[in-house]
């Protein structure tokens, strides 16, 4: 069973920064990439980076220019800098796999942002 364990959420104030990590336990596999993910209540999941084999990097527009996605083996990292009051959501790790059944996704349980005006 793999576990994936966010931390480094809170509350700050616009144009600050905030470091999330997310460290996964369990098996021991490799995952073929790893991102983050937020929510805001009553609207869908949507992609802020995804970091891929090779460090290859994907991010969501709203934030290019400010967020830093990185990795170490099975550790993502999220910096956020010049942070803006629509940051604020749930923030999800996520790590997918590439199995026989094709790719599977592991999720964390969410860790909270908020950024106040």
């Known amino acids: 069973q793999v576990q994936l364990v966010e931390s480094g959420g809170g509350l700050v104030q616009a144009g600050g920064s905030l470091r999330l990590s997310c460290s996964a336990s369990g098996n021991t596999f490799r995952f073929n990439s790893m991102g983050w993910y937020r929510q805001v209540p009553g609207k869908e999941r949507e992609l802020v980076a995804i970091i891929s084999t090779g460090a290859v990097t994907n991010d969501a527009d709203s934030v290019k220019g400010r967020f830093t996605i990185s990795r170490d083996k099975n550790t993502v990292y999220l910096q956020m800098n010049s942070l803006k009051p629509e940051d604020t959501a749930v923030y999800y790790c996520?790590?997918?796999?590439?199995?026989?059944?094709?790719?599977?996704?592991?999720w964390g349980q969410g860790t909270q942002v908020t950024v106040s005006s």
């Open positions: 996520m790590g997918r796999i590439v199995a026989v059944t094709g790719l599977v996704p592991y």
